[in-house]
């Protein structure tokens, strides 16, 4: 409609008149009154008048016409995934669709038009979210970013203008999550533990010797190893002093494809070798020449390859269930081999060096790995003494 239309059309509607002081009045749609009457406006002649009508109208349609095309904030998450998928490894893009589903999909929130989203909207969202899911402060801070990336795409593909994430942060959330305390003896394994563990793979190993995963476990108690370096592990990186870890086990959870590739901080490293380590590795290659499964993998699965890191990690989680030990798997073995090393007074440069901690790790202490292989075995040698005690005690 033109101008004239839209005002002829008011007209029908709503009172239009001239007031005894000379002014012109009318009405405009207010909710909950009928008209004729409405919220009521004024002019000091009927031109301006007739101006505020027809501005009233023009923002109106473009409002509505704005909320039929503007997309919702699901949309505009597929939107900026398009984007940031390009700098994520399979793996992430894995964890980004499973927080998808969680924090998103089939919300009220995640259907709005992003541009009826306000800094209310998304505090409610968040806040009950936080609830029902009971998150902890690192999800909640992820689940924050997420909305923050999604509005800051929005803003700069001009799909909204207005900020709504602008005065809030992660704290505003943070400190209505539940704190989950963690005591130290949930961090690691106590030799009482250890010597349980330790009973169990002997249990394990005369019910099938075969079965690899009890002997990754007990490698993994001496070594501290990652399970999926432990997976890939192979004859040819053991010699009489040191295991070269220079591989690791490697899952494409969105293809479900294994593989395997370099060790998580992309070195390797060498770990040295001591009498209760070669006593395990010749068990172990006993038992494969005895029963013609011996290949290239240390932890076979019988077929000629390497036993996959989750095998060896859910044998432990039965382990620790059966037991009646607080879980934390290999990575709680991982955590008891430090606390060991530190205890013995060995530098907290040499322990991230032994395990293949990151770099990031080793700034973090400000310190740097200077002993050679030599004192590392002494360390080795000391530190696994023990188990031949544990493992009649148990």
């Known amino acids: 409609m033109n101008k004239k239309q839209v005002l ?35 002019s000091v002649n009927e031109e301006k008048l007739n101006s505020k009508i027809i501005e009233y109208y023009v923002i109106e349609e473009s409002r509505k016409k704005q909320e039929k095309t503007c997309p919702t904030f699901l949309e505009v998450y597929y939107m900026w995934r398009s984007i940031k998928d390009l700098e994520l490894d399979d793996n992430s893009i894995y964890k980004f669709n499973t927080d998808c589903k969680r924090f998103f999909v089939g919300t009220d929130f995640a259907e709005m038009p992003i541009n009826q989203i306000n800094e209310n909207t998304i505090k409610v969202f ?83 010797p075969l079965y690899m995963p009890p002997y990754a476990i007990e ?73 013609g499964i011996f290949c290239e993998w240390i932890f076979t699965d019988g077929n000629g390859s390497y036993t996959h890191a989750r095998n060896i990690t859910d044998c432990m989680t039965r382990l620790c269930r059966e037991n009646k030990l607080n879980g934390g798997g290999i990575t709680k073995l991982r955590k008891t081999t430090s606390s060991d090393l530190q205890a013995k007074g060995t530098p907290k440069s040499v322990v991230a060096s032994m395990l ?39």
Not at 16 to 21: A, D, P, S, T
Not at 135 to 154: D, Q
Not at 245 to 257: F, M, P
Not at 268 to 273: D, E, I
């Open 219 to 291: 490698l993994a108690m001496y070594t501290g190893m990652r399970v999926s370096e432990l997976s890939t592990l192979k004859w040819s990186d053991i010699n009489d002093i040191c295991i070269s870890i220079n591989k690791s086990a490697k899952h494409n959870r969105l293809k479900n494809e294994f593989s395997v590739g370099k060790t998580k901080t992309k070195k390797s490293r060498a770990y040295p070798v001591d009498g209760q380590i070669n006593h395990l590795l010749a068990r172990i290659k006993r038992v494969q020449e005895e029963h």
């Open 126 to 208: 968040m806040l009950e979210t936080i609830k029902r899911l009971e998150l902890c402060k690192e999800t909640t801070r992820k689940f924050f970013s997420y909305i923050k990336n999604v509005i800051r795409y929005a803003r700069i593909e001009k799909i909204i203008t207005d900020n709504p994430v602008e005065f809030l942060e992660p704290k505003d959330f943070t400190k209505h999550c539940g704190e989950i305390e963690v005591s130290d003896c949930d961090k690691y394994y106590t030799d009482t533990e250890l010597a349980i563990i330790l009973k169990a793979l002997h249990g394990y190993y005369r019910e099938n």
């Open 356 to 394: 293949g901690h990151t770099t990031e790790v080793n700034e973090k202490y400000y310190t740097y790995d200077t002993s050679n292989l030599a004192e590392k075995k002494k360390i080795i040698q000391e530190r696994n003494a023990k188990f031949k005690n544990l493992a009649h005690t148990g």
């Open 8 to 42: 002829d059309l008011h007209k029908k509607m709503y009172n239009y008149w001239q007031g005894k002081n000379g002014k012109w009045y009318s009405y405009l749609p207010k909710e909950g009154v009928e008209p004729p009457k409405g919220k009521q406006i004024e």
